[in-house]
């Protein structure tokens, strides 16, 4: 069935109805720091007062309840599924309802569950809902951009020559989906080149700044007292996500 006809599509839009900004946190390639970037960023937003979502989509692979160090619960159930709150954010993973076992998921499949977990789960009213998107720029992306119209990308991207041109390929793509982006972020930056920043400028969408790579932050996963005193926290927390979409 095409996603236009599934009757579950309506449904998201009234289950999103009381939320203010979608932020998808992406890049296309993989192990650049996006779910550590899309999870502290929800507690950064928590912390300051904000109401906000976090939905880790990535189904092969969840971990935003590994950075935050959150048990996986079976989430309650009534006229739908409550997100848990933790620490401040109401959170919804596949790991809560997956276990220990993999989610291998391809194409409509992938985007059965996408739907099912939009449909069915209650945000009520939030500021931000962060999506930590899976690597890739296929189904899950493609199945956000279509289904979620107000959809905000934020970057991550990183100045190595293996991920760069990847970045460029996400740039390129939702410049020509016309997906907004609230702008590109360096993670893990070691050396001084300018090639992010380049990068953002050559696109025209906004260099976020460095976060730079930091070894204290494999210890402070799973630790949100640790996670507050972390470059990363400090660099998200100046993201200009909190208001209205610029
Ligand atoms: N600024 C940083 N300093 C040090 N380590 C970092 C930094 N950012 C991310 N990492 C580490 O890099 C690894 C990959 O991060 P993460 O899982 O967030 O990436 P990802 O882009 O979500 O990966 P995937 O594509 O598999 O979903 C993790 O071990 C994480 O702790
Ligand atoms: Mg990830």
């Given at each position: 069935?095409?996603?236009?006809?599934?009757?579950?599509?309506?449904?998201?839009?009234?289950?999103?109805?009381?939320?203010?900004?979608?932020?998808?946190?992406?890049?296309?390639?993989?192990?650049?720091?996006?779910?550590?970037?899309?999870?502290?960023?929800?507690?950064?937003?928590?912390?300051?007062?904000?109401?906000?979502?976090?939905f880790?989509?990535?189904?092969?692979?969840?971990?935003?309840?590994?950075?935050?160090?959150?048990?996986?619960?079976?989430?309650?159930?009534?006229?739908?599924?409550?997100?848990?709150?933790?620490?401040?954010?109401?959170?919804?993973?596949?790991?809560?309802?997956?276990?220990?076992?993999?989610?291998?998921?391809?194409?409509?499949?992938?985007?059965?569950?996408?739907?099912?977990?939009?449909?069915?789960?209650?945000?009520?009213?939030?500021?931000?809902?962060?999506?930590?998107?899976?690597?890739?720029?296929?189904?899950?992306?493609?199945?956000?951009?279509?289904?979620?119209?107000?959809?905000e990308?934020?970057?991550?991207?990183?100045?190595?020559?293996?991920?760069?041109?990847?970045?460029?390929?996400?740039?390129?793509?939702?410049?020509?989906?016309?997906?907004?982006?609230?702008?590109?972020?360096?993670?893990?930056?070691?050396?001084?080149?300018?090639?992010?920043?380049?990068?953002?400028?050559?696109?025209?969408?906004?260099?976020?700044?460095?976060?730079?790579?930091?070894?204290?932050?494999?210890?402070?996963?799973?630790?949100?007292?640790?996670?507050?005193?972390t470059?990363?926290?400090?660099?998200?927390?100046?993201?200009?996500?909190?208001?209205?979409?610029?």
């Amino acid at each position: 069935m095409g996603l236009d006809l599934d009757p579950r599509t309506v449904v998201v839009a009234e289950r999103l109805a009381g939320v203010s900004r979608v932020v998808g946190v992406t890049g296309s390639k993989g192990g650049i720091g996006k779910s550590v970037v899309a999870t502290t960023l929800a507690l950064a937003l928590a912390d300051s007062g904000s109401r906000v979502g976090l939905f880790d989509l990535d189904f092969t692979s969840p971990s935003d309840h590994v950075v935050l160090g959150v048990e996986r619960r079976f989430p309650k159930e009534e006229f739908g599924i409550d997100p848990h709150r933790v620490y401040g954010i109401d959170m919804m993973s596949v790991a809560f309802f997956s276990g220990d076992a993999s989610v291998p998921l391809r194409g409509e499949a992938a985007t059965s569950a996408l739907l099912e977990l939009l449909a069915i789960t209650r945000w009520g009213e939030l500021d931000v809902l962060v999506l930590d998107m899976p690597p890739g720029l296929s189904d899950t992306t493609l199945d956000v951009i279509h289904l979620l119209p107000g959809l905000e990308f934020l970057l991550v991207g990183n100045g190595s020559r293996v991920v760069i041109e990847s970045v460029r390929r996400a740039l390129q793509l939702f410049a020509e989906l016309k997906v907004p982006m609230i702008g590109l972020l360096e993670n893990m930056q070691r050396g001084a080149d300018h090639n992010v920043a380049d990068l953002a400028t050559r696109y025209g969408v906004a260099y976020l700044g460095a976060v730079p790579y930091d070894p204290e932050l494999e210890g402070a996963l799973g630790d949100v007292d640790r996670l507050r005193q972390t470059e990363l926290y400090r660099a998200v927390s100046t993201l200009p996500v909190a208001g209205p979409p610029s």
